[in-house]
T-cell receptor, first 115, second 109 residues
Framework: ETGVTQTPRHLVMGMTNKKSLKCEQH?????MYWYKQSAKKPLELMFV???????ENNSVPSRFSPECPNSSHLFLHLHTLQPEDSALYLC??????????????FGPGTRLTVT | GQNIDQPTEMTATEGAIVQINCTYQTSGFNGLFWYQQHAGEAPTFLSYNVLDGLEEKGRFSSFLSRSKGYSYLLLKELQMKDSASYLC??????????WGAGTKLIIKP
């Protein structure tokens, strides 16, 4: 596999379920990101990890819990979600989150539907 | 607050030229990025501008004016495969990317 992969690609869950999204990057990068993308809205940055340390948490509700065991893997643990959390969740990686010209490479996303 | 503005939707004809504008107000400036996102797919990097002027990359060019808080993406010789959303993003003083909502470009034969 090359680039950034995400699993699952689609997920339907009830409000009382617990599930996890997985992201893996094969680019040798040191920074990983979770974004939420809703229709016709800007990408919302949720979490940033740089060299496995969480550097940003943009006021994300505690029902979203990130985990970064190493620079290649990133998880987003979900529990007791709300219908308004339905969106496309994108993972991205870059060489270093504090290098200005470092572009981000995105995975294909997980389409999440909360019922 | 921080803000990125770009048109919601544009339509152009195959073979023509289209210019997608982006204006920004951010806390600091560490460069501006353009990404392309086809429906149902991941955004892919197109260009990065940090100095004023025009950067050309094949059929795509990107322009930046820092004093005006303005950028545009110019697409020449449009092809049907260029139908996509184009996302403008600015890296602020905290190295965070601030994103616009994207411009959906529709190419007609």
């Amino acid at each position: 596999e090359t680039g950034v992969t995400q699993t699952p690609r689609h997920l339907v869950m009830g409000m009382t379920n617990k599930k996890s999204l997985k992201c893996e990057q094969h680019l040798g990068h040191n920074a990983m990101y979770w974004y939420k993308q809703s229709a016709k809205k800007p990408l919302e940055l949720m979490f940033v990890y740089n060299f496995k340390e969480q550097t940003e948490n943009n006021s994300v509700p505690s029902r979203f819990s990130p985990e970064c065991p190493n620079s290649s893997h990133l998880f987003l643990h979900l529990h007791t979600l709300q219908p308004e959390d339905s969106a496309l969740y994108l993972c991205a990686s870059s060489q270093d989150s504090e290098v200005v010209a470092s572009e981000q490479y995105f995975g294909p996303g997980t389409r999440l539907t909360v019922t | 607050g921080q803000n990125i503005d770009q048109p919601t939707e544009m339509t152009a004809t195959e073979g023509a030229i289209v210019q997608i504008n982006c204006t920004y107000q951010t806390s600091g400036f560490n460069g501006l990025f353009w990404y392309q996102q086809h429906a149902g797919e991941a955004p892919t990097f197109l260009s990065y501008n940090v100095l004023d002027g025009l950067e050309e990359k094949g059929r795509f060019s990107s322009f930046l004016s820092r004093s005006k808080g303005y950028s545009y993406l110019l697409l020449k010789e449009l092809q049907m495969k260029d139908s996509a959303s184009y996302l403008c993003a600015v890296k602020d003083s905290n190295y965070q990317l601030i994103w616009g909502a994207g411009t959906k470009l529709i190419i007609k034969p």
